[in-house]
């Protein structure tokens, strides 16, 4: 019985070390492309492995969509890419029955959500419409079409971006929406010395062209399992239990459950990238603001943003 423990042990400490190695591996090849935002990287690549979605918002021009397209140059797997623009059909999302008129029969074909990958690219410039067709697949891997429920690929990740500027001409996205994003990251300007980097880099073909993947569908699904392993002790759930409460006692809308449930996965990823097979309150504490924050709404009138109000619950709440 105890041999049989420790082999079981031992296996699991092997995967949670072959998918923080290839963690690192998938983080130093975007790396390639992407200069100066390690701490992005590495919260998108957690995000993967943590079975969740990643929203880049910011100014155009900083490379939110270079670094989705070399994410999922990184993995050898399928990837579409969704250009949404106001006069995008929820069917252009998800697909269409077709009829065929040798068969006598509707054939299903499926549209660019069916990918490993998924680029939804300005993705606030589609009406609510269009973005609810994503809401179904993002939260259980599916999707449905006139009564008939049909399956996206294993894994599945949506990384989509939005403009932070031109409001008057984009669609503010539902709550529901952004609830099932894991993650919401921003990129800012470079520095100098990067945006210097970045100009070098680009001279002649840019890197982008030549990235290999370094990781197969196959290698990311091993992964994602190892990290639901992840130990996770009763004190840490609490923790994040209380994290999210204060954010509900503190703001109009405060964390769901889904939130809290995103921010322990996204903290068992972190440990495997940190080489653990446990979870502790640090883990907790660096994803919590990219992975709460976008639920929250502020208070009316109130001084304190959603990430001033995650910021004070990780100083008021107890370890």
């Known amino acids: 019985m105890s041999d049989n423990v420790a082999a079981d042990t031992t296996g699991d400490a092997d995967d949670v070390e072959a998918a923080g190695a290839l963690a690192r591996r998938v983080a130093e090849n975007v790396e390639r492309v992407i200069v100066g935002h390690p701490d992005t990287v590495e919260h998108i690549v957690t ?52 009829f065929n008129q040798q068969t006598r029969e509707f054939e299903f074909r499926p549209g660019p959500i069916f990918a490993n990958v998924v680029l939804g690219d300005e993705i606030n410039r589609a009406p609510p419409k269009t973005q609810s ?9 599916q999707v449905t079409v006139d009564g008939e429920t049909h399956v996206v690929p294993d894994p599945f990740v949506v990384i989509a971006t939005q403009n932070s500027v031109e409001r008057d001409r984009t669609y503010e996205l539902p709550a529901a929406e952004l609830d099932r994003f894991m993650k919401k990251l921003h990129l800012g300007y470079p520095d100098a010395a990067d945006e210097s980097e970045v100009l070098a880099r680009v001279v002649g073909d840019h890197p982008i062209e030549g990235l290999d993947p370094v990781a197969t569908a196959e290698d990311v699904r091993a992964a994602r399992r190892a990290v639901s ?32 449930i995103s921010l322990l996965r996204a903290a068992q990823a972190r440990a495997v990238l940190d080489g653990r097979d ?12 990219v992975t709460l924050a976008h ?7 109130g001084d304190r943003t959603a990430r001033d109000v995650v910021g004070a619950a990780l100083d008021s709440t107890p370890v």
């Open 47 to 98: 995000a993967v492995l943590a079975r969740g979605h990643v929203l880049l918002e910011d100014v155009p021009g900083v490379g939110k969509t270079m670094l989705a397209r070399a994410v999922a140059r990184s993995v050898d797997c399928t990837f579409k890419r969704i250009q949404f623009t106001p006069d995008l059909l929820p069917s252009d999302v998800t697909g269409v029955n077709v």
């Open 278 to 289: 446990y979870v502790i309150p640090d883990d907790v504490q660096r994803e919590a603001v």
């Open 295 to 301: 639920r929250i709404r502020e208070t009316p009138g």
């Open 229 to 260: 392993r992840v130990r996770v002790e009763a004190d840490v759930r609490e923790y994040v239990t209380e994290l999210a409460r204060y954010t509900r006692d503190h703001a109009q809308l405060g964390v769901s459950p889904r939130g809290s």
């Open 133 to 141: 067709a994503l809401l179904e697949a993002m939260e259980e891997t």
